[in-house]
């Protein structure tokens, strides 16, 4: 009695522990990445029909890129990084052309640099708000 | 020879035979008997009665020991016979007084053996296992060995059908259920296992639906700034680490090339110009 007892207790720990898995990270991300597909779609003036193509081959392009590895020496990431670029640039040539392939590559970089901008903002608030705090 | 008179009353008191005996030294010596006896016991003792120097007659050395020891129990006898002191000596009877039984000799090891054991045993036993010791207590009848084996089948036969235990139905109800309900949660748990994998897909299929109405209402409504001003800090670190970013050395290089970097008397007047600034970005 006692093994089954423990065995059962094991099984609803495993369950438990799928079911604890789902949400948070995702969620979290969605905001940005909405923003990310709104300013790239913005910039680049998709319409529906290049959307529906740009986006798939665009996940798999981000994909790659995520998986290059953090801790690489920041050349050879870049390097990584700009491989995968110049393998995806036929593909997003296809969809959008040589030209906005070029710009969407240029933007996601923009955006990049806005999302930083923007966290230096709010943290050199933060620590203005702090300062006036302590004064 | 001095006479004691004390000793000569004392013996009388005793009514001894000595004290009738006159003071007389029986023993006497002939003149210049010792300077030469040396040379009388040799002619004595050897049967030629003349040694010539440096040679020695044939068997002399065969029979001299026996000789030796004859001449010695001869003279032995005449001192006795002669000591008129003691004339009770000569009525002693001469036979041994101790005796021993016959073959004592050949037995006696066995007999001291025998008596070590005892003695050895006997600090270690009580007066009831001393008096038991030698007798064996197990006593087995005539064949026993031999006909053991068949009298142990025989007594094993005896009500040959053997007892059945029935299993109550109670009990093995309960094993069937214990058994179902695992059989469930197992069944459970893969199920659980499998289409949570296939609920990850759905989220994330549903995760870019939601995404691309989210950017839809965003375009349509123009309200990017705003929305990104909404994000916070956290949210945009794990977005940007998540993409392989190095958010640190990104904020340096954002407040770098930023238009509100502090002016050159700034640092001048405080010397934690630099310092604050990349606090109040890096560390917050």
Do not use: C
């Not at chain 1, 390097?79 to 070029?102: C, H, M, N, W």
């Not at chain 2, 070590?116 to 064996?136: G, H, M, T, Y």
């Not at chain 2, 990104?228 to 392989?244: A, C, H, K, R, T």
Request: no cysteine.
């Amino acid at each position: 009695m006692k093994h089954f007892l423990l065995i059962a207790f094991l099984f609803s720990g495993l369950s438990f522990t799928h079911a604890q898995d789902n949400g948070n990270p995702s969620k979290r991300a969605e905001r940005i990445q909405a923003l990310y597909v709104a300013y790239i779609t913005e910039q680049l003036n998709l319409t529906e029909t290049e959307a529906q193509k740009f986006w798939p081959v665009q996940k798999q392009y981000d994909t790659e890129v995520k998986s290059v590895g953090k801790n690489m020496p920041e050349l050879d990431r870049q390097q990584a990084v700009l491989d995968i670029k110049k393998k995806y640039q036929g593909s997003f040539s296809k969809i959008i052309g040589p030209e906005r392939t070029d710009e969407f590559f240029r933007k996601d970089i923009e955006f990049r640099k806005k999302l930083i901008d923007q966290l230096r903002k709010i943290r050199q608030q933060n620590h203005n708000q702090r300062r006036s705090g302590r004064n | 020879m001095k006479q004691h008179p004390e000793i000569e009353q004392e013996l009388k008191d005793l009514g001894s035979t000595l004290a009738g005996v006159e003071p007389v030294n029986i023993f006497r010596v002939p003149e210049g008997y010792f300077n030469s006896i040396v040379h009388d016991v040799l002619l004595e003792v050897s049967p030629t009665k003349a040694i010539p120097e440096g040679s020695v007659p044939e068997g002399y050395f065969e029979g001299l020991a026996s000789a030796i020891i004859e001449k010695i129990n001869q003279e032995e006898t005449a001192d006795l016979e002669n000591i008129a002191l003691l004339p009770e000596l000569k009525n002693m009877n001469r036979t041994p007084v101790f005796s021993l039984p016959a073959a004592y000799f050949d037995e006696l090891p066995e007999i001291i053996n025998s008596r070590i054991k005892e003695d050895a045993l006997q600090p270690f036993l009580s007066e009831n296992l001393v008096f038991i010791r030698n007798i064996n207590p197990y006593q087995v009848p005539a064949g026993y060995f031999e006909h053991l084996p068949k009298s142990i089948i025989e007594k094993v036969n005896i009500g040959s059908a053997a007892p059945v235990i029935q299993m109550s139905s109670r009990r093995s109800l309960f094993r069937y259920t214990a058994a179902a309900v695992m059989a469930g949660l197992l069944g459970l748990a893969i199920f659980s296992t499998f289409n949570d994998g296939r609920n990850k897909q759905l989220v994330a299929d549903n995760l870019d639906e939601s995404t691309m109405r989210a950017a839809k209402t965003i375009v349509q409504k123009g309200d990017f700034d705003a929305v990104l001003s909404s994000v916070s800090d956290q949210e945009i670190v794990d977005y940007l680490s998540n993409g392989g970013e190095d958010v640190n050395a990104a904020l340096v290089a954002s407040v770098a090339a930023s238009d509100n970097l502090p002016d050159q008397i700034d640092y001048i007047l405080d010397d934690h110009t630099l310092d604050n600034l990349l606090d109040g970005v890096i560390t917050n």
